[in-house]
Nanobody, 128 residues
Framework: QVQLVESGGGLVQAGGSLRLSCAAS????????MAWFRQAPGKERDFVAA????????YYADSVKDRFTISRDNVRNTVYLQMNSLKPEDTAVYYC?????????????????????WGQGTQVTVSS
């Protein structure tokens, strides 16, 4: 497994912005597909965004498209989630996940069970 450590969560007013970071251990980060998921209390863990190994392809949930941007820095072994125009319904624990074996697009990219490594999560709270 690879170790993933998220940071950057916090409390923000509706309409504000936050940037989450996820730092990964290991020498082969640049080969992983990386993703962000989120989980609100009492709800399932939902897909937010994913990015392939080179950063050339990104994928988003409809609910965050045009507001959130996923990116990665393969030198710093870090993936980011820039979140703009935040809404109260974005409130959740945000998790970083890694798929170490496929690197590119795969059909289960939006499914949490397809990822083999997870961070501990960071809380994002958006007040109205």
């Amino acid at each position: 497994q690879v170790q993933l450590v998220e940071s950057g969560g916090g409390l923000v007013q509706a309409g504000g912005s936050l940037r989450l970071s996820c730092a990964a251990s290991g020498r082969t980060f640049s080969t992983y597909t990386m993703a962000w998921f989120r989980q609100a209390p009492g709800k399932e863990r939902d897909f937010v965004a994913a990015i392939t190994w080179s950063g050339g392809n990104t994928y988003y949930a409809d609910s965050v498209k045009d507001r959130f941007t996923i990116s990665r820095d393969n030198v710093r072994n870090t993936v980011y989630l820039q979140m703009n125009s935040l809404k109260p319904e974005d409130t959740a624990v945000y998790y970083c996940a890694a798929d170490r074996f496929r690197g590119g697009y795969f059909s289960g990219l939006r499914e949490p069970q397809e990822y083999d490594s997870w961070g501990q999560g960071t809380q994002v709270t958006v007040s109205s």
